[in-house]
């Protein structure tokens, strides 16, 4: 072979053998459906990053395994994992919010909320019983326009207070909320002294209030009836405060605390009786109320816990 034909001579080249495209279809599909996780199956702790499968956190009571983060839950999820067999009686449920004010957009918000959440409102209000003593119960849901107090909210709460009062039996609020509903104006401000005037009735015939607050308890719903309980209560880790830790900041012109406005702050500072776990709660709302029907005090004077 002579130099040009080394160069114009055609070389015999290799190729390699791909599948057929409807067999990589096949295989790429097959892998596909391998690694996906289906939807709702796995949820990530927000404080420690864990995954975690939801089955093994609901019957942790959502709370994370590894680090002790309470997850939000439900109102009726709260109603049947507090009251004794989760058997209750739901009050008012015919009573759903409108739009007074006519806020752009606020009923249609209402009702793709409701359609969404499974709930006519941000609080769930009914009675049962702990450990055998019959209890009236209100629950609020931050799923609902982020817990937001409006007129039905406040009608429901004074409704259960007064359930309550009229009955004897002990009053326990589960708060849950980003304060008052901005969509009804003074018309949800005006749910802060109505809730409160109910409370001072319901004290003054002797009633025993138990206040507990999960995450986030703020705005007018903290400067209200979830800090005029004879005990106050809050879950671990949960906010609680009136303004926001910005808005303060840039009042009095200075750093706040890593932990401001943390239950365990407001525990170290005396505003609050005792931070309660999840899994503790049952038995601690049981054993305080036994104590007081026992022993037949109108409030808190007195017992430990």
């Given at each position: 072979?002579?130099?040009?034909?080394?160069?114009?001579?055609?070389k015999?080249?290799?190729?390699?053998?791909?599948p057929?495209?409807s067999?990589?279809?096949?295989?790429?599909?097959?892998?596909?459906?391998?690694?996906?996780?289906?939807?709702?199956?796995?949820?990530?702790?927000?404080?420690?990053?864990?995954?975690l499968?939801?089955?093994?956190l609901?019957?942790?009571?959502y709370?994370?395994?590894?680090?002790g983060y309470?997850?939000?839950?439900?109102?009726?999820?709260?109603f049947?994992?507090?009251?004794?067999?989760?058997?209750?009686?739901?009050y008012?449920?015919d009573?759903?919010?409108t739009?007074p004010l006519s806020?752009?957009?606020?009923?249609?918000?209402?009702?793709?909320?409701?359609?969404?959440?499974?709930?006519?409102?941000?609080?769930?209000?009914?009675e049962?019983?702990?450990?055998g003593?019959?209890?009236?119960?209100?629950?609020?849901?931050?799923?609902?326009i982020?817990?937001?107090?409006?007129?039905?909210?406040?009608?429901?709460?004074?409704?259960?207070?007064e359930n309550?009062?009229?009955?004897h039996?002990?009053l326990?609020?589960?708060?849950?909320?980003?304060?008052a509903?901005?969509?009804?104006?003074i018309?949800?401000?005006m749910?802060?002294?109505k809730t409160?005037a109910?409370l001072?009735?319901?004290?003054?015939s002797?009633?025993l209030?138990?206040?507990?607050?999960?995450?986030?308890?703020?705005?007018?719903?903290?400067?209200?009836?979830?800090?005029?309980?004879d005990?106050?209560?809050?879950?671990?880790g949960?906010?609680i405060?009136?303004a926001?830790?910005?808005i303060?900041?840039?009042?009095?012109?200075?750093?706040l605390?890593?932990?401001?406005?943390?239950?365990e702050?407001?525990?170290?500072?005396?505003?609050?009786?005792?931070?309660?776990?999840r899994?503790?709660?049952?038995?601690?709302?049981?054993r305080l109320i036994?104590?007081?029907q026992?022993?037949?005090?109108?409030?808190g004077?007195?017992?430990?816990?």
């Amino acid at each position: 072979m002579n130099w040009r034909e080394f160069f114009t001579k055609s070389k015999k080249r290799q190729y390699a053998t791909l599948p057929a495209s409807s067999s990589l279809s096949t295989h790429k599909a097959a892998r596909s459906e391998s690694d996906t996780v289906p939807d709702g199956l796995m949820e990530k702790c927000k404080k420690c990053g864990a995954i975690l499968y939801k089955k093994e956190l609901a019957q942790n009571l959502y709370v994370c395994p590894k680090c002790g983060y309470h997850f939000p839950m439900s109102a009726p999820e709260r109603f049947r994992l507090t009251l004794d067999g989760g058997v209750y009686f739901e009050y008012d449920m015919d009573l759903v919010s409108t739009d007074p004010l006519s806020f752009p957009t606020y009923r249609e918000k209402l009702e793709q909320t409701m359609e969404n959440v499974g709930m006519t409102e941000a609080v769930l209000t009914g009675e049962g019983t702990i450990k055998g003593y019959p209890v009236v119960m209100a629950v609020m849901d931050s799923r609902f326009i982020m817990g937001s107090m409006g007129s039905v909210v406040g009608e429901k709460i004074a409704r259960a207070i007064e359930n309550a009062r009229i009955k004897h039996y002990p009053l326990i609020i589960f708060s849950a909320s980003g304060g008052a509903r901005m969509q009804e104006g003074i018309l949800s401000l005006m749910q802060m002294a109505k809730t409160s005037a109910a409370l001072a009735r319901f004290e003054a015939s002797g009633g025993l209030f138990i206040s507990v607050m999960t995450h986030p308890t703020t705005g007018g719903v903290s400067a209200s009836f979830a800090m005029l309980g004879d005990y106050l209560f809050a879950e671990p880790g949960a906010l609680i405060g009136f303004a926001g830790r910005r808005i303060i900041e840039q009042t009095i012109r200075e750093a706040l605390p890593e932990d401001f406005q943390t239950a365990e702050f407001l525990l170290r500072h005396g505003q609050l009786d005792r931070v309660v776990s999840r899994k503790e709660m049952r038995d601690v709302l049981g054993r305080l109320i036994s104590i007081h029907q026992q022993r037949g005090w109108a409030h808190g004077d007195g017992a430990k816990l």
